[in-house]
């Protein structure tokens, strides 16, 4: 079992900047790939980065590439998301999500096996 508890979300004007962290619990943390989806309302789940643990390969969605940057510290057993130049589309609550696969592509959901409960990002124009 893995846990894991997001944190960061808020309410930021486009163009600022937010972190969001992901504290893992449970099973060897630095052994899977995270992920970070985000859900806006009305809209279904969307991959937006990940990072693989081995050499930390990171992934990103090209909305937000250049803009966003995922990270881990294995010795904290948390990952981050530096969210920048946040635009209004980017509102949406986001999920930090643990993942096995060790290669090919990490975007797709029904790879992801463990799920935080969500945080919300609100961006106002």
Do not use: H
């Amino acid at each position: 079992q893995v846990q894991l508890v997001e944190s960061g979300g808020g309410l930021v004007q486009a163009g600022g900047s937010l972190r969001l962290s992901c504290a893992a619990s449970g099973r060897t943390f630095s052994r899977y790939a995270m992920g970070w989806f985000r859900q806006a309302p009305g809209k279904e789940r969307e991959f937006v980065a990940a990072i693989t643990w081995s050499y930390g390969n990171t992934y990103y969605a090209n909305s937000v590439k250049g803009r966003f940057t995922i990270s881990r510290n294995n010795a904290k057993n948390t990952v981050y998301l530096g969210m920048n130049s946040l635009k209004p589309e980017d509102t949406a609550v986001y999920y930090c999500a643990s993942t096995p696969r060790d290669s090919g592509w990490y975007g797709i959901e029904n790879d992801y096996n463990y799920w935080g409960q969500g945080t919300q990002v609100t961006v106002s124009s």
